[in-house]
């Protein structure tokens, strides 16, 4: 199932940043932006399921003293982001499942005070699974910022869910906001709160929006009890 996705964005990934939907990827990213704020000179962010890396290149260009690490399961993702990044010294961009045990450890270890995940989230087969080796990425008291779409709100995204779950029959689940919100808690984060909400008939081109930003902090108590 993950080769069906990786095949798909992989078939995409050069028409990604000029498609026409390429704008309403990148409003979600100036979202998040403002939610992370400015981050102190040489902070540490790891963005997955970075797709292009258009989150990290913006981020970079008003913070060049970042240190950012974007992956994703698509290796033509990854190529178009190393390419597109080069600019700049700081990003990295590594192909990798976020889903494969070990996935942590792979990405030089923890200490990430920032971990961002956009439009990912709703293909992980294990949700919270995924949402605790962010936990894991992050040192204590790092900081989740995580946007999906939700599907509460939005009948257009309930109905493609039921079409992925029963038709379709492939892993893609849209989440309610205060599901994801919940996924997040059992997976061992603090301090989690629905930050912000877009619920939108039109939106940046795209008609019927309904997304949410999760954001939540790695407690320093329940930092390295697994490390899955
Ligand atoms: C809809 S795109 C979003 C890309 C980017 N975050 C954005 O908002 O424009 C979803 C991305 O998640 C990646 N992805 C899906 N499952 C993944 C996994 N298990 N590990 C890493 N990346 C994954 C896909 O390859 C794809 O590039």
């Not at 000179?41 to 790891?46: I, Q």
């Not at 029959?169 to 989440?175: E, L, Y």
């Not at 939108?200 to 899955?228: C, M, N, Y």
């Amino acid at each position: 199932m993950a080769g069906s996705i990786e095949a798909y964005f992989d078939s995409v990934a050069e028409d990604y940043d000029s498609h026409k939907r390429a704008g309403w990827y990148q409003a979600h990213g100036e979202l998040v932006l403002g939610l992370a704020g400015e981050l102190p000179a040489g902070a540490r962010v790891l963005d997955i399921g970075c797709g292009t890396g258009h989150l990290l290149r913006r981020m970079a260009t008003d913070q060049p003293a970042i240190e950012a690490l974007g992956v994703d399961l698509s290796a033509r993702m990854v190529a178009v982001a190393r390419a597109t990044g080069a600019a700049h010294p700081g990003l990295r961009f590594e192909q990798m499942d976020w889903e494969s045990p070990g996935a942590p450890a792979r990405v030089e270890g923890t200490g990430f005070d920032l971990v961002t995940c956009l439009n990912c989230a709703h293909y992980f087969a294990d949700p919270v699974g995924a949402f605790r080796r962010m936990r894991h990425a992050l040192r204590p008291g790092g900081r989740l910022l995580l946007l999906d779409r939700a599907r509460d709100g939005a009948p257009a995204t309930a109905l493609l869910g039921l079409l992925h779950r029963h038709l379709l029959r492939d892993r893609v689940r849209f989440h309610a906001a205060g599901d994801l919100a919940r996924m997040v808690r059992e997976a061992g984060f603090a301090e989690v709160r629905i930050a912000a909400r877009v619920r939108r008939w039109a939106w940046k081109g795209k008609l019927v929006t309904s997304l949410a930003v999760i954001q939540a902090q790695a407690s320093p108590h329940t930092f390295r009890e697994d490390h899955s």
